[in-house]
């Protein structure tokens, strides 16, 4: 009668890589599980903490800002660009009849 090694030379070598894949797939699995611990860990850690935050600046207040920056961008873009850019004084830009002037060119009235 043959041996059933005899049978199939590789079968040690399948049960030993059978064991090693065993090992590996167990160790991993242990973790899994110390993460799994340490997640509940830090969650009971998070729900004792309370988290407060306090603004600085209200929420209003914020949009103000950002509508008084977006017009002072605007005003400083207007002078340099007419200004140094262009061919006039920087401080005609704040007047009226510039402005007008500026309309009457895009709606075509003058040329």
Known sequence: ????????????????KDTTERQI??????????????????????????????RLLPIWLRVVLVL???TGAAILGAIVG????GD???????KKETWT????IINGKES
């Open 68 to 70: 008084l920056l977006l």
């Open 25 to 54: 797939v167990a160790s991993r699995v242990a973790r899994s599980q110390q993460k799994k611990q340490k997640s509940v860990k830090e969650d009971e850690s998070e729900k004792r903490r309370i988290w407060v935050q306090i």
């Open 82 to 85: 007419y200004g140094y850019i």
């Open 1 to 16: 009668m043959i041996d059933e090694k005899q049978k199939h030379p590789q079968w040690d070598h399948m049960k030993q």
């Open 88 to 94: 006039g004084q920087p401080a005609d830009v704040l």
């Open 101 to 104: 002037h500026i309309l009457d």
